[in-house]
């Protein structure tokens, strides 16, 4: 499971650093409260989620997300 997070959040950090316009996805989920297992406290983030991979954790509203279904937490 923390393969697949790590690996989703490497592959949403190189889109994201190389300029990709759109992050497609199945699924992202906005407004959520994360809690990453790491002992930080818990702290407001989005989640796009295509197939059964994260490819974004972040602000939404600073990337171009397009998702088939927007769940609003």
Same mark, same amino acid.
């Given at each position: 499971?923390?393969k697949k997070?790590?690996?989703?959040l490497? /592959?949403?950090?190189?889109l994201t650093?190389?300029?990709? #316009?759109t &992050?497609?996805a !199945? ?6 409260i994360?809690i !990453?297992? #790491?002992?930080k ?5 989005? &989640? ?5 991979? &994260? %490819?974004? %954790?972040? #602000?939404? #509203?600073? /990337?171009? &997300?397009k998702? *088939? %279904? %927007?769940i *609003?937490?």
């Amino acid at each position: 499971m923390w393969k697949k997070i790590c690996l989703g959040l490497l /592959v949403a950090c190189l889109l994201t650093a190389c300029g990709s #316009s759109t &992050i497609k996805a !199945d699924f992202l989920i906005t407004g959520g409260i994360l809690i !990453d297992g #790491s002992g930080k406290a818990p702290y407001m983030a989005d &989640i796009a989620m295509a197939g059964d991979t &994260i %490819v974004f %954790v972040g #602000s939404s #509203s600073d /990337v171009n &997300i397009k998702a *088939e %279904v %927007v769940i *609003e937490a």
